[in-house]
């Protein structure tokens, strides 16, 4: 009985190797773009389109997307009605409207979306679907309404709306279902799948490169030709960004996503157009970054670490986080209120405190305030900052502050008189036309202001921390102690989604709402609340994000990016 059973275990045993290197073997499929002509400027492949679809047709996220305040403001603005009227359009040529039940029957498992023109949105589109399925669809049903042509050998199928001049052409090649917004694409692609030697993407530079430069394909892929879409008006004008001088710098990227468990990554690389040469300052900037994430206290709401040599950048930073954070634009000239001759009411209460005798105060900062600390930055040498953000509810929970942090790594020691110094200076004409309030006391590891504002500031060899919380800058230098562990980077970011939520939709309410009223758009709005309502209802759409983080490593030729969340379920 014992021989019967070890001889079954050594048969299992070998199936399992045999069907391993079998495996091994096995060549993967080849790739889509092998048949996509050149030309495109934009390419989408999909190891699983039907999968990732269903995924998302089943989620919670886009229930509730769709039913949020968010997406009404987006289903009236410019860019939802221009993709409304090229889908209009489609449905006019194709005889049948690209809705999901459309999508959902020519979604196969393998696919591929090449965009060939962003304002006429042609495309081609290849996706690995079994013939007997692409014969049940309703587009090859409404085939008899198409004109026959022949590519390779194929019969395909083509139909052109003479009023929008929109052309829309398919065809069924073995296992492979095929759409285009052009018959001369979906022609050469069946030229191509059928081995032909006409030029596809993959001999083009911008495609070469870039997938040479990235790792293997995540379950999504898409390769961008930056120097074609960026000039592109119709992309200046959509991508919300707005960071199109940034973009000029690349002549191409391609991005990576890969889903597994709670956890989905996108892997990004932007291929600079002029290679810049790494010198000592940038080497010493990426490990100065992976050396101060360590002070990121773990209770941190989000926070931001990034490699710096410029003053100006610095005392900019610890302006507007610590010293100065509520310092803006002036405020709008006051008017009286207005007359109302029909019933003599001259204004409500609020108006009672409305100062109309004289303008508004102005607390600009002198140039000669800020002299010493642009000094200490410049000799200091820094080399990295870090920005630290956490959000805290009142001991009566009706409003929400903002505490915030600032460390500075430089290349020698901090002399700290000298700091101590510097922030007396800067903060003086703002605060006080004495020194109340800014004669500086000793805590347990750090140095606090006595007067009413909380203020504090550490100094350790060659780490200078600031924040206006104590208990937050305690949390920072507990972690000095601390080895690094990040490799080094020129920026690392991170947002910790599920803390700092209700915070975050609690105080935006009270900002769009100052005069107390509930939350939701009030009946005369037009147009929901920009913070508490269109950003409270995307947060509430991916409220199963846990957190976010961004690694940004700068090599001589290209910009490497990872963006990884978390999901909490």
């Given at each position: 009985m014992k021989r019967a059973a070890i001889l079954l275990l050594i048969c299992t045993a070998c199936i399992g190797a045999s069907w391993a290197a079998f495996q091994a073997l096995t060549p993967e499929a080849p790739s889509l773009s092998r048949y996509?002509?050149?030309?495109?400027?934009?390419?989408?492949?999909?190891?699983?389109?039907?999968?990732?679809?269903?995924?998302?047709?089943?989620?919670?996220?886009?229930?509730?997307?769709?039913?949020?305040?968010?997406?009404?403001?987006?289903?009236?603005?410019?860019?939802?009605?221009?993709?409304?009227?090229?889908?209009?359009?489609?449905?006019?040529?194709?005889?049948?409207?690209?809705?999901?039940?459309?999508?959902?029957?020519?979604?196969?498992?393998?696919?591929?979306?090449?965009?060939?023109?962003?304002?006429k949105l042609q495309f081609l589109y290849i996706t690995k679907l079994p013939s007997a399925s692409s014969m049940q669809s309703a587009l090859w049903q409404t085939r008899a309404k198409f004109e026959t042509r022949s590519a390779a050998g194929v019969t395909f199928y083509v139909r052109r709306d003479p009023e929008s001049e929109r052309e829309v052409a398919f065809a069924a090649s073995g296992d492979y279902l095929i759409l285009a917004t052009r018959e001369d694409l979906l022609a050469g692609a069946l030229q191509l799948l059928a081995g032909g030697k006409d030029r596809t993407i993959e001999a083009e530079q911008w495609w070469s490169q870039s997938v040479a430069a990235a790792g293997s394909a995540g379950d999504l892929r898409m390769v961008l030709n930056l120097e074609k879409i960026v000039p592109s008006p119709y992309f200046r004008s959509y991508w919300i960004q707005r960071n199109i001088t940034d973009m000029k710098q690349y002549s191409a990227a391609v991005s990576d996503l890969f889903r597994s468990g709670k956890e989905y990554r996108e892997e990004r690389v932007l291929l600079k157009k002029s290679m810049a040469a790494s010198n000592?300052?940038?080497?010493?900037?990426?490990?100065?970054?992976?050396?101060?994430?360590?002070?990121?206290?773990?209770?941190?709401?989000?926070?931001?670490?990034?490699?710096?040599?410029?003053?100006?950048?610095?005392?900019?930073?610890?302006?507007?986080?610590?010293?100065?954070?509520?310092?803006?634009?002036?405020?709008?000239?006051?008017?009286?209120?207005?007359?109302?001759?029909?019933?003599?009411?001259?204004?409500?209460?609020?108006?009672?405190?409305?100062?109309?005798?004289?303008?508004?105060?102005?607390?600009?900062?002198?140039?000669?305030?800020?002299?010493?600390?642009?000094?200490?930055?410049?000799?200091?040498?820094?080399?990295?900052?870090?920005?630290?953000?956490?959000?805290?509810?009142?001991?009566?929970?009706?409003?929400?502050?903002?505490?915030?942090?600032?460390?500075?790594?430089?290349?020698?020691?901090?002399?700290?008189?000298?700091?101590?110094?510097?922030?007396?200076?800067?903060?003086?004409?703002?605060?006080?036309?004495?020194?109340?309030?800014?004669?500086?006391?000793s805590k347990s590891g750090f140095q606090e202001l006595n007067g009413l504002w909380n203020f504090a500031v550490a100094v350790r060899?060659?780490?200078?921390?600031?924040?206006?919380?104590?208990?937050?800058?305690?949390?920072?230098?507990?972690?000095?102690?601390?080895?690094?562990?990040?490799?080094?980077?020129?920026?690392?970011?991170?947002?910790?989604?599920?803390?700092?939520?209700?915070?975050?939709?609690?105080?935006?309410?009270?900002?769009?709402?100052?005069?107390?009223s509930p939350a939701g758009a009030a009946p005369s709005q037009p147009y929901p609340q920009f913070f508490s309502d269109n950003l409270a209802s995307f947060s509430a759409a991916l409220s199963g994000v846990s957190s976010e983080t961004i690694v940004i490593r700068d090599a001589s030729d290209k910009i490497l990016q990872t963006v990884t969340y978390e999901w909490s379920r």
């Open positions: 996509v002509p050149a030309g495109s400027l934009l390419y989408l492949q999909a190891k699983d389109f039907s999968s990732l679809l269903g995924d998302w047709n089943a989620s919670a996220q886009k229930a509730s997307w769709v039913n949020s305040k968010n997406y009404e403001v987006y289903s009236r603005s410019r860019l939802f009605l221009r993709l409304q009227g090229a889908g209009d359009q489609f449905a006019a040529a194709a005889g049948l409207p690209p809705d999901m039940n459309f999508v959902t029957q020519v979604a196969g498992t393998q696919s591929a979306l090449a965009l060939y023109d962003i304002g000592a300052t940038t080497e010493d900037g990426a490990t100065a970054v992976a050396d101060l994430v360590r002070l990121v206290p773990a209770d941190t709401g989000t926070y931001e670490v990034r490699a710096i040599s410029s003053a100006a950048d610095c005392l900019e930073v610890l302006e507007t986080k610590t010293l100065a954070p509520h310092r803006g634009p002036a405020v709008a000239l006051q008017t009286a209120p207005g007359v109302q001759l029909s019933s003599g009411e001259t204004g409500s209460s609020s108006d009672l405190e409305t100062r109309i005798d004289q303008a508004p105060l102005k607390t600009p900062v002198s140039s000669d305030a800020a002299t010493s600390l642009k000094d200490l930055f410049q000799k200091a040498q820094v080399r990295a900052i870090l920005q630290v953000q956490a959000t805290e509810r009142d001991k009566d929970g009706v409003f929400v502050r903002i505490h915030s942090g600032v460390a500075f790594v430089a290349a020698a020691d901090w002399q700290e008189t000298s700091v101590r110094s510097a922030l007396v200076d800067f903060l003086r004409p703002s605060l006080t036309t004495s020194i109340l309030g800014l004669q500086w006391q060899g060659k780490y200078l921390l600031v924040s206006d919380d104590p208990s937050l800058l305690k949390n920072m230098f507990a972690n000095m102690s601390q080895k690094p562990s990040q490799k080094p980077a020129v920026f690392l970011a991170g947002f910790h989604h599920a803390r700092e939520r209700e915070n975050l939709v609690r105080l935006t309410g009270h900002l769009d709402r100052p005069g107390g």
